[in-house]
């Protein structure tokens, strides 16, 4: 899925399953539909599938920030 249809689908608030691909010291980049953000704070194990919610849609960078749903 591209960015574009990830954006027509998805909005603030949004609760969507993903998969952890990366940790990083200050968070867990979470992969859902082919697109990635980043759950801020939350250590999860790389290829754990995770619930995340949606806190913020950087559409300009293509990014977008989560938490644990």
């Known amino acids: 899925m591209s960015w574009q249809e990830f954006l027509a689908r998805h ?3 949004d609760v969507i399953e993903g998969v952890v691909t ?3 010291p200050f968070g867990s980049f979470v992969e859902s539909e082919g697109c990635t953000g980043l ?3 939350q250590t999860w ?5 995770v619930s995340v919610r949606i806190l ?3 559409p300009a960078n293509q990014r977008f ?3 644990a749903a």
């Not at 194990?45 to 599938?49: E, Q, S, T, Y």
């Open 11 to 13: 909005q603030v608030g």
């Open 65 to 67: 920030s989560l938490a």
């Open 45 to 49: 194990p790389v290829g754990a599938r």
């Open 56 to 58: 913020e849609i950087d």
């Open 22 to 24: 990366q940790q990083a």
């Open 39 to 41: 759950a801020y704070q």
